[in-house]
């Protein structure tokens, strides 16, 4: 079934909100390294690697984004993730079996 144009539009709003998630959840702690070497706690070679490692973790963002997941199943796990399920989404087959496989997890 092809969805409206507001649910594509909340779709992708919900899908905007997931990606920054994601993407602060792993640039939080290279801040706080960035911090540690500035202050002269870190050395500048782990401060590098640990960048080299965000910039891995960064590229797994882009790749789940960008044809790693179906759409809808990415939606689905935004709106897990983000604690966003409405009284359709709970009621909704597809996520009920979703929901089912990854809390068994």
Same mark, same amino acid.
């Given at each position: 079934?092809?969805?409206?144009?507001?649910?594509?539009?909340?779709?992708?709003?919900?899908?905007?909100?997931?990606?920054?998630?994601?993407?602060?959840? =792993?640039?939080?702690?290279?801040? *706080?390294?960035?911090?540690?070497?500035?202050? &002269? $706690? %870190? /050395?500048?070679?782990? !401060?590098?690697?640990?960048?080299? =490692?965000?910039?891995?973790?960064? *590229?797994?963002?882009?790749?789940?984004?960008? &044809? $790693? %997941? /179906?759409?809808?199943? !990415?939606?689905?796990?935004?709106?897990?993730?983000?604690?966003?399920?409405?009284?359709?989404?709970?009621?909704?087959?597809?996520?009920?079996?979703?929901?089912?496989?990854?809390?068994?997890?």
């Amino acid at each position: 079934m092809r969805k409206s144009k507001e649910e594509r539009k909340r779709d992708r709003v919900i899908l905007e909100k997931y990606h920054k998630y994601l993407t602060e959840k =792993e640039l939080e702690p290279l801040f *706080q390294h960035v911090n540690q070497w500035k202050s &002269g $706690e %870190l /050395p500048y070679y782990e !401060l590098t690697e640990l960048i080299h =490692e965000f910039h891995k973790k960064n *590229q797994e963002i882009w790749s789940t984004f960008n &044809g $790693e %997941l /179906p759409r809808e199943r !990415l939606i689905f796990f935004a709106k897990k993730e983000l604690k966003m399920f409405n009284e359709h989404d709970l009621k909704n087959e597809m996520y009920q079996r979703w929901l089912h496989f990854y809390d068994e997890d």
